[in-house]
């Protein structure tokens, strides 16, 4: 299982697959989650220089580009492609961070 820090949403991924010569013979073998820190000033702020989280197992052998939301967003969802009962990509469902002001903040 893969868990991030509280505090901390993901923002980005990458995965890692076999080496196959015939790229449709590669097999999920890892992923690593970057993660972002909300705060009020920027909405968003990120670190992608390491991945938070990282999973891999055997025959984990290349490490693909880090795929992320863009800049304010977060990842509230992964979108799975697969062709003939084989996996053959990852993406992410990105959702705009919006701050709003408190729901137990009083004007009177």
Known sequence: ???LPAGQYVHGISVCTTNKKQSSKNR???I???????STSPPLVRSINAAAEKVQ?????KW??????PNGYIATGLQIYSQDD???GLGLKCRKVELSPSPFFSTE
Request: net charge positive.
């Open 1 to 3: 299982m893969v868990s």
């Open 28 to 30: 999920l073998k890892g």
């Open 32 to 38: 690593a989650l970057y993660a972002a820190t909300l």
């Open 57 to 61: 197992h055997t025959n984990c052998r």
């Open 64 to 69: 693909h580009q880090y795929v992320g939301c």
């Open 86 to 88: 084989s996996f053959r």
